[in-house]
């Protein structure tokens, strides 16, 4: 027996590292030793001596320098070298010269290895032991009598075999005998010309193949044992990717007749040391065949170790050294004690990219935090936070093996594991390993080796960049190029934080409007709002206020972080005006959050104040028609989200419009049913009778007929002056029996009055913005008209304490949104001329200035005013009002004059919308349209006279979210149904923002609009329980890619990530993909240059027209119009480079 | 198969198998046939693959069709090269419906075909592919081909070396060019060569393993790469191909795409 004092580990990573442990444990000196591209790795520190192998060979030849590392040996006094797995360990020249250096070499001796490294001679070693062997042809065969013979002999199915195979050429199944000789020839002429030798050899063909090896373990003096299997059919191109032991579902009679073979087989030769036996199993016959015997340690060692309590490692070592089986250091028990207790499974981390092919990936790990606990084992190599991975080595990180009770059970550890694991840097196959080992052929134990070839699903998982990850993406994305939302509108100063006002959340909201409706239902209490003496109030804060003064961009954060304190300290509002109108499509397209989940969390933190809602009756909350039973599934859905209150309008006081929308609120919700008058024109005024209080009371009555709760009166514009509110509420008063409900703006500054002169002229509820989100096109003051009935008879008895308190959090969260603030100084009477709703004003002019008119605004305002009367003085509220406003814009920046337009040989081309407006396809006005300009407008078409929502069809729901199953990936719920079905494209987009970032409506506005400051700390809440510390370090330049890496620290670990910085020209392309939904979307088919270019803007095409062409990989793709139009954009220019599926330029199809 | 001197001939061959259009619709012992296949051969074109687009353009072309040119004028190499070619070249443009696949991998698919086609001319040669789609042997172009999408057909065309008598050709050429004969096989018929190409395409734009198929003929997988970048040249390394038929390069610690192949300077 010789003693091993100091032993050398040639080979590195993780082998190296658990060779270290076993021998460190048997109290050996280790040496390691590392090429010059391993200086930095771990199994280098993991040794007490490591010393720099192959100098100038290159990284793998390093470790193959068999003088080099015995020279090594020798220097530094190592006696025993241990080859590991790979490199080295089964070359029996490097065994022979440490024999003849004098080292020992750990593992079998020089004969051995020539023996089982000779494929041949270890057939015939098997054949000897009676070992089954694949039957099949030691010849060539050949076309002939005799072909038919020797395969008769093999037995089908057969395989034709190339004999310098590989890639699966020259490779034929052939099933039966009719098939063997076309099969050959093709079989041969494929071999012929891929490796220039058509020979082709028979084999046995086995179509379900398990890959089971048995571990064994001898002496060299004729005693062997074996450790039982491992199953490792789990393979991706000849590739163990996961190991089991025991077998599973393996018949104990195959399994022992397997481990006997094993034993017989190496006894021929007194096999020394840990071996391996390799099988194929028939899983269709439970037949096997001997393949080839390894004789070192294997990587899948683990799972045998795990299920035995036998250390292969340390029994290597000892065995190596002479020291029989049941020396007390070694203790092998005999054969029939050696038992398996349990099962473990192995899975193998690497570093590839498995979305990518499995590609291996390199870099640096930013985080590693790896698994542990009960029946878990790592065996890893440098895999840690700051490791480098090199491309120049096998890409695996660490093996994870399990081990618990049952099969089943070690599945459900290995799960977890595998989850817990956070490795950030580079791509880790973990997602393929995870699908791989909850597939339900895994787990039945009945994976044979095509398993992963066979099962594509294993390659789909959902993208799980996680949470964090896909947050930190958006805010680097927002500090490199910036929000597009503010982009050249901020400026650089220092933003607050507002402060929400203190309230006890315990404190249960005391019951308010909410509670009053379940309890009387909405007639009941009309009739209980009728009862009060008080003036109630609407809050329009959360809705018109901000539509009006920030363009609709508050978000949700800042409205639930102040909803607990409303509930509980203002819980006499009559409602709170939150949803509907145009915050809708902006909480989508441009604050990318989800309307309904805005509802939803509002809800839950405001339980007692009724929810209000602007709904646009047919337009539902978009700006078309929508069909009516699309309507109806919206009102449904709204309700069932919480909406109390359907404020419900027509942009022409066209009752028939206004029909459906009430009938689905009555007939399908349980909520209040509110149709509003728009409110134009100045009844003060005789001259103006369009518009005259008998037009508003004979309305109101029809509205009570059709079945109102409350009647709305919608001031959009403030026109509504306080002499004119007073006489038509004290009109309606005595005309209707229903509860009046007074909306105006303020523009003109004068409508606090119209609200007392409305209330005293019985206005049961009027609608007033917190002090700070009031005035000018907004609501008028809640505080103030809180305070003006005070100790009157309306007192509202709201605690002005609180509303001061409301007031001065929205002051904080205004100034958070300044970039959308309009720049309007003070309220304007002008109003009164142009008669604009309150939320269009500040939306026209900058309309006007994107169209260079910003000059000539007094011209568009008067010009507003002219269209109005050339329409015949509609009702200006959206969408009509933005008809006349491109009507306006369309006239100044075309010089045209009103009678220019009724001069037909000018054949002046409208705008799109006044087109439509004419077809009637938003309703019809009181009085019909102006007849001369109809038909020049519409130039022989003939107009609507139904309502546009009854020409429309029926909707197959059904289809639609089949439809939208296919675009979602994912069953749709009935939110994502009614989003999609009011802005598809919009819709889309959100869920996209919502794949690459996540949920970005939790962060905080700053945040979302303007990225973070150096040093700046936030704390985000994933999820209740669930939050990160974030600190934005620091950003770097662009790299030659364009690319800017943008590092944080999250959770006090360091994180970063890369973004393409989009100002630099020519590098990093602003990549916007097409909509494949929109007609006149034109795509790029593949990713390459634009080699030719054939279109410009404003060029009309017919489909089919060639519009330019793509050139890569020596490959050039013509693009053709889609679709007829006139091409409204190019994004492209010759040379440019795209991505696949690039918009490359739109076309504005040819209506029809 | 040998044209005529002058003017076009037509030949015009169509089978009555039912199979249509497809891999299965050709038999596999026939030896000139290629069923449903229009063949155009021309004397003298200034190039098939010219001609293949304004005949289809024009909609003059039933699908699918070759068309083959005993010499070639002002033969196409990419974004405009010449291809030099003599009476020993074998230029063909083949013109397919558009298969079902992502477009950038036509090109390397068309070159495994042909690849495919050389090695079993040539069986000792070892024959590789250079992406996205040169066809080499012993470090000398054998054959190169050009792919184009148009109106819902790919348009292949071939161009592949025989017998080239490369005394006459331009300096670069002979340097860099071989052909079958130079290797000491005896070209086949042109007619074999078409027929085995036409096949090696359907194959190649249907096969499953073709990735593997690609990667075991890339002369660049695995080994370093010279790329030219915004500014300057670096050393890489060719780790794949994606799906878009773009070669992966590792530089340093990035990922780069590649999609023309003037980015590698070698």
């Not at chain 1, 070192?296 to 002479?322: K, N």
């Not at chain 1, 054939?1094 to 020596?1114: F, H, N, P, R, Y």
């Not at chain 2, 042997?137 to 292949?156: F, M």
Request: with cysteine; charged share 25%; proline share 6%.
């Amino acid at each position: 027996m010789k003693n091993i004092h100091k032993l050398l580990v040639a080979n590195r990573s993780e082998i190296a590292i658990r060779l270290f442990r076993a021998a460190n444990e048997l109290g050996i000196r280790t040496v390691a030793i590392y090429s010059h591209e391993d200086r930095f790795a771990l199994h280098r520190f993991k040794a007490d001596e490591a010393y720099l192998v192959g100098e100038g060979k290159g990284p793998v030849a390093a470790y193959l320098d068999i003088p080099g590392i015995v020279a090594i040996a020798k220097r530094v006094g190592a006696d025993a070298i241990h080859p590991g797995y790979g490199f080295l360990s089964e070359n029996a020249d490097f065994a022979q010269a440490c024999a003849d250096a004098g080292i020992l070499f750990i593992g079998p001796t020089p004969d051995m290895l020539r023996t089982f490294g000779d494929k041949l001679a270890a057939k015939r070693l098997a054949v000897q032991a009676g070992v089954p062997t694949i039957p099949g042809t030691e010849k060539p065969v050949k076309p002939g009598p005799a072909l038919k013979k020797a395969a008769e002999k093999v037995g089908y199915p057969l395989i034709l075999k190339a004999s310098f195979g590989g890639g699966g050429r020259g490779m034929r199944v052939v099933e039966n005998a009719s098939e063997l000789e076309p099969k050959l020839e093709e079989a041969m002429r494929e071999a012929g010309g891929a490796f220039g030798n058509p020979a082709v050899f028979v084999e046995r063909y086995i179509r379900r193949a398990r890959h089971i090896e048995v571990q064994v373990l001898g002496d060299g003096r004729g005693n062997v044992v074996h450790l039982w299997e491992r199953d490792c059919s789990v393979q991706r191109r000849h590739q163990k990717v996961v190991e089991i032991a025991p077998a599973p579902n393996l018949e104990p009679s195959v399994r022992a007749a397997l481990c006997e073979a094993a034993v017989n087989l190496v006894k021929q030769v007194n096999y020394l040391c840990a071996g391996t036996v390799e099988f194929l199993v028939n899983a269709d016959t439970n037949e096997f065949f001997f393949i080839e015997v390894n004789p070192r340690v294997q990587v899948e060692h683990t799972v045998t170790e795990m299920v035995t309590g036998i250390d292969i490692v340390r029994a290597q070592i000892l065995l190596a050294q002479g020291v029989p089986f049941d020396h007390p250091q070694l203790a092998i028990p005999p054969q029939e004690k050696i038992e398996t207790r349990g099962f473990a499974i192995q899975s193998r981390v690497t570093t590839e990219d498995p979305s990518n092919r499995f590609i291996p990936d390199y870099g640096r790990i930013t985080t590693y935090r790896s698994a542990a606990g009960f029946g878990v084992r790592l065996d890893g190599g440098t895999a840690y936070a700051g490791a480098v991975i090199t491309p120049y080595y096998d890409s695996l990180l660490v093996k994870v093996t399990t081990w618990a009770q049952t099969f089943e059970q070690a599945i459900q550890r290995m799960d977890r594991t595998l989850r817990e694991f956070r490795i950030r840097g580079v791509q880790t196959n973990i997602p393929f390993l995870n699908n791989l080992i909850l597939h339900p052929t895994f787990r039945s134990g009945t994976a044979t080796t095509t398993f992963i070839d066979d099962t594509p699903e294993l390659f789909r998982w959902p993208h799980r960049k996680d949470r964090a990850t896909k947050l930190l993406t958006y805010i680097g994305e927002v500090m490199v190029n910036g929000n597009p939302e503010v982009k050249g509108r901020t400026d650089n100063r220092t933003l607050e934080q507002p402060k929400v006002p203190a309230v006890a959340l315990d404190v249960v909201p005391p019951p308010g409007t909410k509670q009053k409706l379940q309890e009387l239902g909405p007639r009941k209490f009309a009739e209980w709002i009728l009862t009060q003496k008080r003036v109630l109030l609407t809050d329009t804060t959360m809705r018109d206020a901000h539509q009006s003064l920030l363009a609709t961009r508050v978000r949700t954060y800042d409205m639930l972080r102040i909803a607990p304190f409303v509930a509980r300290k203002i819980p006499g509002l009559f409602s709170l005006e939150m949803w509907g109108g145009a915050t809708f499509d902006s909480a989508m397209r441009f604050l990318k959050e989800d309307p309904f989940d805005r509802l939803d969390q509002l809800r839950a933190a405001v339980p007692n104040i009724l929810f209000q809602m602007l709904l646009r009756s047919g337009n539902a909350v978009g700006y078309t028609n929508y069909p009516d039973d699309v309507v109806r599934r919206f009102v449904k859905g709204a309700a069932e989200h919480g909406i109390d209150v359907f404020r419900i309008f027509d942009c022409l006081n066209w009752l028939p419009n206004l029909r459906p929308a009430m009938d689905a609120v009555r007939e399908d919700t349980t909520a209040i049913c509110e149709p509003a008058i728009c409110y134009t024109g100045d009844i003060l005024d005789d001259r103006r009778d369009k518009y005259s209080l008998g037009y508003y009371v004979k309305m109101a009555k029809e509205l009570e007929k059709a079945g109102a709760h409350i009647l709305g009166i919608k001031d959009m514009a403030g026109l509504c002056k306080p002499y004119a509110a007073h006489k038509l509420i004290k009109a309606l008063r005595e005309e209707v029996g229903i509860p009046i409900h007074f909306h105006t703006h303020d523009t003109a500054g004068v409508q606090a009055a119209s609200i007392v002169k409305a209330a005293e002229a019985g206005a049961s509820i009027v609608d007033c913005a917190a002090a700070s989100m009031s005035g000018m096109t907004s609501q008028v003051n809640l505080n103030s008209i809180v305070e003006a009935f005070r100790h009157t008879p309306r007192d509202s008895k709201l605690d002005i304490d609180a509303l001061n308190a409301y007031s001065a959090y929205w002051e904080g969260v205004r100034k958070l949104y300044y970039p959308f603030e309009s720049g309007m100084l003070a309220s304007t009477a002008e109003v009164y001329q142009h008669e604009m709703p309150g939320g269009q004003v500040t939306n026209l002019q900058e309309q006007a200035k994107s169209m260079g008119l910003g000059p000539r605004w007094p011209e568009v305002a008067r010009m507003y005013a002219e269209v109005n009367k050339l329409f015949g003085d509609i009702i200006k509220v959206t969408p009509t009002s933005k008809v006349v406003g491109d009507m306006a814009l369309f006239m100044v920046s075309n010089n045209l004059k009103p009678d220019d337009l009724f001069d037909e040989s000018r054949n002046i081309s409208f705008p799109a919308s006044v087109v439509e407006l004419f077809e009637g396809k938003l309703g019809q006005p009181q009085g019909g349209w102006p007849k001369e300009l109809q038909r020049i407008i519409l130039r022989g078409k003939t107009p609507l006279t139904k309502r546009p929502g009854e020409v429309l069809p029926e909707t197959n729901f059904d289809k639609v979210l089949r439809e939208l199953e296919d675009k979602l990936k994912r069953e749709p719920t009935e939110v994502d149904l009614l989003n999609h079905l009011m802005y598809p494209a919009v819709f889309a987009d959100l869920e996209q923002h919502r794949r690459t970032y996540g949920d970005t409506s939790i962060l905080p506005t700053d945040v979302f609009f303007y990225g973070m400051r150096p040093g700046a700390e936030m704390t985000v809440e994933l999820e209740p329980g669930k939050s990160m510390i974030l600190i934005f370090l620091t950003m770097s330049e662009p790299g030659e890619d364009g690319m800017r890496e943008v590092f944080f620290e999250l959770n006090g670990q360091p994180r970063s990530v890369r973004i393409a910085d989009r100002s630099r020209k020519g590098v990093a392309h602003l990549h916007v993909k097409a909509d494949p939904e929109n007609p006149g979307h034109v795509a790029s088919p593949m990713p390459g240059k634009v080699s030719s270019l054939g279109a410009q803007a404003g060029q009309t095409v017919k489909k089919g027209d060639k519009l330019l062409s793509i050139e890569a990989m020596k490959m050039e793709t013509a693009v053709y119009a889609p679709t007829d139009g006139v091409i409204k954009e190019v994004r492209v220019k010759p040379g440019s480079p795209v991505e696949s599926r690039d918009l490359l330029l739109t076309i504005e199809p040819k209506s029809e | 198969m040998t044209p005529p001197k002058g003017g076009r001939v037509r030949r015009t061959r169509r089978s009555n198998s039912v199979g249509g259009f497809g891999e299965t619709a050709l038999p596999e012992r026939s030896r000139f046939a290629l069923p449903n296949v229009r063949i155009r051969a021309y004397a003298r074109l200034r190039s098939t693959q010219l001609k293949a687009i304004e005949d289809l353009e024009a909609g003059r072309l039933a699908v699918p069709t070759v068309i083959v040119a005993a010499r070639q004028t002002a033969g196409r190499g990419q974004r405009g090269n010449a291809w030099w070619s003599d009476a020993g070249s074998l230029c063909a443009t083949f013109v397919l419906p558009a298969a079902e696949i992502a477009p950038g991998q036509i090109p390397l698919r068309a070159g495994l075909a042909v690849a495919e086609v050389v090695a079993r001319c040539a069986p000792r040669a070892a024959v590789r592919v250079k992406w996205p789609n040169d066809v080499i042997v012993e470090d000398k172009k054998i054959a190169g081909v050009l792919c184009e999408r148009r109106r819902g057909y790919d348009v292949i065309g071939i161009g592949l070396n025989l017998s080239l008598d490369l005394r006459r050709a331009p300096p670069d050429v002979r340097r860099g060019a071989t052909s079958l004969q130079k290797l000491g096989v005896r070209p086949p018929t042109r007619g074999i060569v078409l027929q085995e190409l036409f096949r090696a395409l359907l194959h190649a734009f249907s096969r499953p393993d073709f990735w593997g198929a690609y990667e075991s003929r890339s002369i660049q997988l695995g080994h370093p790469i010279r790329l030219r970048t915004s500014t300057g040249e670096a050393e890489g390394q060719c780790v794949g191909f994606d799906d878009e038929g773009r070669l992966l390069a590792r530089c340093e610690r990035r990922l780069y795409r590649i999609t023309e192949s003037d980015q590698i300077a070698r």
